[in-house]
């Protein structure tokens, strides 16, 4: 215990020792005081700095125990140059002789970066791959229709008559589908129309909308965006057999716009023979049934030696172009966009369209026994967002078409918030 205990000595305890008039008791006192002191230095407890850097009289006193005995006969006597003592070896048998060691760079270790989680890195992966560039494409489409005012409408005729069937003929040629396979996208593709519509009605009705605004919102819930943004964004997702797939969902939906949607749009006003007037003058309907005659003929498109080659050939080079020229049209026409009266009613439609396509476009995969390339085409194709095709059915049968023409902007600017997750889980 000593005799002092368990606590500090403290420098007055000395002081009953002390006779007054006596120099050699003075003395023994401040040698008191001392021994008080340095024992309460010892007795404190020690920092981690102190037990392997030493500082002060009693460390130096120590220094044989702590630095294996080379410190108490070390040179450098001051307080600085000591602490460096402390990573000093022997270099032979002598404790005279020693090399002091310089002492140790902290090295500064860099925090690692924050890691993205892999979902995030794969959905940002998908957006720049096949999402950002329809975008940047039709960007440049955009920038033309702003600054040198181009007549689209030409454009897009030309699209329509000329690019549009080329492609569907080449598609359907250049990738083998079993007639199973096209028939349940058929069914897909009227199913998926018609489900749409239903979905809109619902959802008309609770907003209790009037005729003419009904109708716009089933219109724009129907009928998507398959052509001038699908099958690009098929091409990029899910490649070639994907297009192939994509261009029935494409050329059956405008058919139906051609019928279903004329009926929509005037309210019942339409005769049956116009509509089927409107569906003799879609030209992809051409190109289905051509690619399905030689088909069923036989017909080899790569064999140079038939009669057809050169048109087969000179089709493929038109068709080259559809995709390119579809996407710039889709720039063009969103450069004549007006901005929206009811922001609010637009958001709604814009989010009905791509929040139900998905859903509804899963469901009827699954119901159809759809899979592989086929599947993730369907489903795609159902997903896109307002056709552009439905502003001439609103101008032509008195609809709204600033409401009609807002939707297809907001819901296309809007959609790689819902494509990029549906690619990412259809991959």
């Given amino acids: 215990m000593g005799r002092y205990g368990d606590?500090?000595?403290?420098?007055?305890?000395?002081?009953?020792?002390?006779?007054?008039?006596s120099r050699r008791r003075r003395t023994s006192a401040r040698r008191g005081r001392a021994h008080a002191r340095r024992t309460a230095r010892r007795l404190r407890?020690?920092?981690?700095?102190?037990?392997?850097?030493?500082?002060?009289?009693?460390?130096?006193?120590?220094?044989?125990?702590?630095?294996?005995?080379?410190?108490r006969n070390c040179r450098r006597r001051s307080k600085r140059s000591h602490r460096r003592c402390a990573g000093h070896r022997r270099t032979d048998g002598r404790h005279r002789r020693?090399?002091?060691?310089?002492?140790?760079?902290?090295?500064?270790?860099?925090?690692?970066?924050?890691?993205?989680?892999?979902?995030?890195?794969?959905?940002?992966?998908?957006?720049?791959?096949?999402?950002?560039?329809?975008?940047?494409?039709?960007?440049?489409?955009?920038?033309?229709?702003?600054?040198?005012?181009?007549?689209?409408?030409?454009?897009?005729?030309?699209?329509?008559?000329?690019?549009?069937?080329?492609?569907?003929?080449t598609a359907l040629t250049e990738n083998q589908l079993s007639g199973d396979e096209f028939g349940r996208m058929v069914v897909f593709t009227v199913g998926?129309?018609?489900?749409?519509?239903?979905?809109?009605?619902?959802?008309?009705?609770?907003?209790?909308?009037?005729r003419p605004t009904m109708a716009a919102l089933l219109v724009v819930n129907m009928?998507?965006?398959?052509?001038?943004?699908?099958?690009?964004?098929?091409?990029?997702?899910?490649?070639?057999p994907a297009v192939a797939r994509a261009?029935?969902?494409?050329?059956?939906?405008?058919?139906?716009?051609?019928?279903?949607?004329?009926?929509?749009?005037?309210?019942?006003?339409?005769?049956?023979?116009?509509?089927?007037?409107?569906?003799?003058?879609?030209?992809?309907?051409?190109?289905?049934?051509?690619?399905?005659?030689?088909?069923?003929?036989?017909?080899?498109?790569?064999?140079?030696?038939?009669?057809?080659?050169?048109?087969?050939?000179?089709?493929?080079?038109?068709?080259g172009a559809a995709l390119p020229v579809m996407i710039v049209v889709l720039g063009l026409q969103l450069a004549e966009a007006q901005r929206p009266e009811n922001l609010r009613l637009v958001t709604a439609a814009s989010a009905l369209r791509l929040i139900t396509g998905p859903?509804?476009?899963?469901?009827?995969?699954?119901?159809?026994?759809?899979?592989?390339?086929?599947?993730?085409?369907a489903v795609l194709e159902s997903a896109m967002p307002t056709a552009v095709i439905t502003t001439i059915l609103a101008i032509e049968y008195g609809l709204d078409p600033v409401f009609v023409t807002s939707v297809v902007v907001v819901s296309t600017l809007l959609s790689p918030l819902t494509l990029t997750p549906l690619i990412a889980y259809l991959q």
Avoid: W
């Fill in 45 to 71: 407890p020690r920092s981690p700095r102190d037990e392997h850097l030493g500082a002060g009289r009693d460390r130096r006193r120590r220094g044989a125990a702590h630095f294996g005995g080379a410190a």
């Fill in 98 to 169: 020693f090399r002091h060691a310089r002492p140790r760079r902290r090295i500064r270790r860099r925090r690692a970066s924050p890691q993205s989680p892999p979902e995030l890195t794969l959905l940002l992966s998908i957006f720049l791959n096949n999402i950002a560039p329809i975008f940047l494409a039709a960007g440049a489409g955009f920038a033309i229709g702003r600054a040198l005012r181009p007549d689209i409408r030409s454009v897009s005729r030309i699209t329509f008559y000329i690019f549009s069937p080329c492609l569907v003929f």
């Fill in 7 to 21: 606590r500090r000595p403290r420098p007055h305890e000395f002081r009953g020792e002390i006779r007054s008039g």
């Fill in 192 to 210: 998926a129309v018609l489900v749409s519509g239903a979905a809109a009605f619902v959802v008309g009705r609770a907003l209790r909308l009037d």
């Fill in 359 to 377: 859903i509804i476009g899963i469901g009827m995969a699954a119901a159809l026994g759809l899979s592989g390339v086929a599947r993730q085409a």
């Fill in 247 to 319: 261009i029935i969902y494409y050329v059956f939906s405008t058919l139906m716009v051609y019928t279903v949607g004329v009926v929509v749009a005037s309210r019942g006003r339409s005769s049956l023979r116009q509509s089927l007037m409107g569906v003799a003058t879609v030209p992809a309907l051409y190109g289905l049934l051509l690619a399905g005659a030689l088909r069923l003929a036989n017909v080899d498109v790569t064999d140079s030696s038939t009669l057809i080659f050169p048109l087969l050939r000179a089709i493929k080079l038109l068709s």
């Fill in 223 to 240: 009928f998507v965006n398959g052509g001038n943004y699908g099958l690009p964004l098929n091409r990029f997702a899910f490649g070639d």
